[in-house]
């Protein structure tokens, strides 16, 4: 067989470049790689290249005064520009994990402050998520369904990811094929709005399916990882 000279296809490349530059600067391994993408970020959300660092809108110390002022209200643009665009979207998603490279990247003190706010934000969420399947999960143990946890909240079971950083939209379960009947019963009996709807989903192609409990937690109930084509 030939060799292929085509370069291999990297997960950044199938994204908006934009997000790619962002995700880029909040995991890259190398610091100074990480800088030069989130540099990149800012010079293309903003269109603005000319920025003065030191006026970042942290609070300043008054050197005759001792006090310490909110510098906000003259903050440079650019900074404004940056904190809208990580607000909206789905790159919000990936603000507590720029959190965690605050201090690699120089972010400035308003962005810091921002993405920081929202790992602590994510935490709460995140404890909120973990507490509502708890019962779900011991009670599928008791009936003998085996649950495995994926995606987001599979990671979060790793003792070296730290809560803050992986914010969870949901939980996603894996369950047994031949066991989902018994795991709708046992969701059904606690409260869960398990319909029929949500089995016709996976007597057909689908690989998941969402239910909710009424508190604004749900659950992705998975019966395999990928969906048939």
Not at 79 to 104: C, D, E, F, V
Not at 163 to 191: K, N, Q, S, T, W
Request: glycine fraction near 8%.
């Amino acid at each position: 067989m030939p060799h292929s000279t085509r370069p291999a296809l990297r997960i950044t490349d199938q994204l908006d470049p934009r997000i790619a530059l962002l995700l880029t600067a909040a995991v890259h391994r190398d610091p100074a790689h990480a800088r030069r993408a989130w540099q990149q970020l800012a010079d293309n959300v903003t269109g603005i290249t000319a920025f003065d660092p030191s006026h970042d809108g942290s609070p300043r110390a008054d050197t005759h005064t001792g006090t310490h002022t909110d510098t906000h209200a003259g903050t440079h643009p650019r900074l404004h520009l940056l904190i809208t665009w990580l607000q909206s979207g789905p790159q919000q998603r990936l603000m507590p994990l720029l959190s965690s490279r605050a201090a690699a990247l120089q972010l400035p003190g308003l962005i810091d402050i921002a993405c920081a706010q929202a790992a602590a934000v994510a935490w709460g969420l995140n404890v909120r998520i973990i507490e509502a399947i708890e019962p779900v999960v011991t009670a599928w143990r008791r009936a003998g369904i085996d649950a495995l946890a994926i995606k987001g909240l599979g990671l979060l079971g790793d003792a070296h990811v730290d809560h803050r950083y992986r914010p969870l939209g949901d939980a996603d379960l894996l369950v047994p094929e031949h066991r989902l009947d018994d795991a709708f019963a046992v969701l059904a009996d606690l409260g869960w709005h398990v319909a029929a709807r949500h089995r016709w989903h996976l007597a057909g192609r689908g690989a998941a399916v969402n239910i909710g409990n009424g508190s604004g937690v749900s659950i992705d109930v998975h019966r395999r990882t990928a969906r048939t084509m």
